[in-house]
Nanobody
Framework: QVQVVESGGGSVEAGGSLRLSCAISRVSFASLCVAWFRQSPGKEREGISCIGSNGLETYYTDSVKGRFTTSRDNAKNTLYLEMNMLKPEDTAMYYC????????????????????WGKGTQVTVSS
């Protein structure tokens, strides 16, 4: 059974930084696109980034461009999200997802593109 486990969440003040990690096992990680989503209470789950299988293709939602960076280590089957200049509106549960293709086409931010999901890690940003 595929396992997707996020870590690295926590509480920070506005302007601070966090680095999320996502370990994905029992699937061909190196051949799949992977993405980060987030969801806050009362809101839809939002796609915030996608990275293609070779790490060269990345996409971000507008609200995080220039502040968040996604990367992957295929040797470690791990996805990362470096989050800088955090804002209170970044507060949410952050989820990692593995897709059905090697690239982020699709559209990349659609939940239906991803087969495997983690249980999330909470990020709280105080003002």
């Amino acid at each position: 059974q595929v396992q997707v486990v996020e870590s690295g969440g926590g509480s920070v003040e506005a302007g601070g930084s966090l680095r999320l990690s996502c370990a994905i096992s029992r699937v061909s990680f190196a051949s799949l696109c992977v993405a980060w989503f987030r969801q806050s209470p009362g809101k839809e789950r939002e796609g915030i980034s996608c990275i293609g299988s070779n790490g060269l293709e990345t996409y971000y939602t507008d609200s995080v461009k220039g502040r968040f960076t996604t990367s992957r280590d295929n040797a470690k089957n791990t996805l990362y999200l470096e989050m800088n200049m955090l804002k209170p509106e970044d507060t949410a549960m952050y989820y990692c997802a593995a897709g059905t293709t090697s690239d982020c086409s699709g559209p990349w931010s659609g939940k239906e593109k991803y087969n495997y999901w983690g249980k999330g890690t909470q990020v709280t940003v105080s003002s």
